[in-house]
């Protein structure tokens, strides 16, 4: 399972590195939607300060959408699901694949957002142990749900619709934590910020499951 | 749950007279004799709900008359949470099994349960703008019970794009997901809430008795009664969408094979020729 994971996440990986759809159109679309939420909300008037971090992970779960829809849409060129239902490789090995694949650009891009927000918002960024931790675990908790939910919407006519109207509210909790870990690790709000970190790592594990056991279903049936 | 040869017992029925009557054919009715009786026992009891609610029961001391919205208020809230629990089980059992009725009831609970989750947000914000002033507000209760409207109009929207077995199998999943999600949501959304504000306002009085309580229990029957009939109904209306499919699927198929056969036939014939 692990060896058929590493195969997927490489094939994933090396498609993005060539064609740089990632790099490209996705990285540049999450910072414009920071630089929106400064048009928004007026940087002199304080607002931007105060809710730096739910703007950034927002951001996130925006541009998580484009970076799962890319995903999903690797396989369905070309007769790639129907490739992948004749190998004989695991689906659970294939989820985690990609899993592994978007958590890896996600990263990539949350790096690039945090970047963006110290300069653009000047955001003083602090409490760097928590703040990893917060995004290592809210990154495997998108990349899990957004590959289940990928494959949920894969092949049909409304899927580009259909992906956040089902994946949005299920994120919801991850925005929260997110949000709150951010804010604790910040210094801006005094909540515990750990206690948040493990609510984000209970969900992550939970698509983690559901989704390695449910994805050989949802590939030998559309 | 028979549906075939039910043609003679909907004789009356006008929906029944437009249909074809084909004793080969399912009826084109999803009532049966049992559904009648549960439906006169439904609107019997809605009135018996209305007369409660609005005239039998006093006005609450503190609430006055916005009290009444409770009595709709409570049991489409529990029953809207009832039909979600009923869409994860028959998905579980579903993926399962694999049997379709399964499938049909999963669908059925779900509409139900986003017709009264509907309920329940309307009369909530209603009382809402009469006790608190404002039509909502960022309470635990509230929001998760919104977050779980759009999960089930999510759920029925994949449901509507592809109505085939592999579309149920993603749609079961979906459901599959739902109670987990609800709970994941409603606990982080109540842990979210509680750094904010302390008390939750949704509590129903404690004190509530007499009239009040026959009339919330009445409320509580005669719901569940129009739940359970409208989702018979709505069980057997998708259960004949299945039947048809099966049949024009059949009906293809039979005319492909006679096509192929008339063919080999000719072909044969000029072969000797």
New interface residues.
Partial sequence: MWRDAALVAQRDLRIELRSRVATNQVAPFAVLVLVLFAFALDPDRGVLDRATPGLYWIAVLLAALLAVTRSTSLDEAGGTRDALRLSALEPAGIFLGKVVAVAGQLLALELLLALGVAVLYDAELSGFGLLATTCAAATVAVAASGV?YGA??AG???RDT?LP??LL??L??VL??AT?AFEAALGT?A?DGWAWCG?IA??AV?YLV?GSS?YG??LE?? | MTLVSRNRSTAGDPAADVEPADPEEASASTASPATRVLGALSLGAVVLWLLYGLWWSPPDVEQSDAVRLFYVHVPSAILAYAGCFLTTVASALWLRRRTPGWDALASASAELGLVFVTITLVTGSLWGRVTWGTYWTWDARLTSTALLAVMLVGYLALRRVEVTPAGSVRAAVVGLLLIPNVIIVNRSVEWWRSLHQRATITKLDPSIGGEMLVAFFVGMVAGALVFAWLLIHRFRLAWLEQQVERHDLDAAVAARRAEAGAAGATSAVEAQA
Avoid: N
Wanted: net charge positive; no cysteine; glycine share 4%.
């Fill in positions: 289940l949920l919407v049909l006519r409304a259909l109207l089902l509210p299920v919801a909790p929260i934590a709150r709000s909540t609510l209970g969900f939970v559901v449910a279903a949802l049936d559309s």
